[in-house]
């Protein structure tokens, strides 16, 4: 089982910076993790996913050079580093574990498999 905990939200002007951390208890190593984010009345959507295994990331088209996802294993600590921040990035956060390493690319929401209790994001003026 995989325990995870979110923290470095908060509130940005346009163009700014965040970082976000999300703390892993249990076993990380050949594991698919990922940074989603949701705004009330909306899908949760995928921003940001990474193999443990190799450090192979993948990015949604609307963070994609802005947002930059790692992982160090030795700390079981998922990063989301977020430059250039607009209005439209405000959601709240998610980290997640798709145990299986399948859904990697796609970010498919259903396959992964822990959440953690999210941390909020505001860019505004």
């Known amino acids: 089982q995989v325990h995870l905990v979110e923290s470095g939200g908060g509130s940005v002007q346009p163009g700014g910076s965040l970082s976000l951390s999300c703390a892993a208890t249990?076993?990380?190593?050949?594991?698919?993790m990922g940074w989603f984010r949701q705004t009330p009345g909306k899908a949760r959507e995928g921003v940001a996913s990474?193999?443990?295994?190799?450090?192979?990331?993948y990015y949604s088209s609307s963070v994609k050079g802005r947002f930059t996802i790692s992982l160090d294993d030795a700390k079981k600590t998922l990063y989301l580093q977020m430059n250039s921040l607009k209005p439209e990035d405000t959601a709240m956060y998610y980290c997640?574990?798709?145990?299986?390493?399948?859904?990697?690319?796609?970010?498919?929401?259903?396959?992964?498999?822990?959440w953690g209790q999210g941390t909020q994001v505001t860019v505004s003026s």
């Open positions: 997640a574990v798709d145990l299986g390493s399948r859904y990697c690319a796609t970010m498919t929401e259903r396959f992964f498999d822990y």
């Open positions: 990474i193999y443990a295994r190799d450090s192979t990331t």
């Open positions: 249990g076993p990380t190593s050949n594991l698919c």
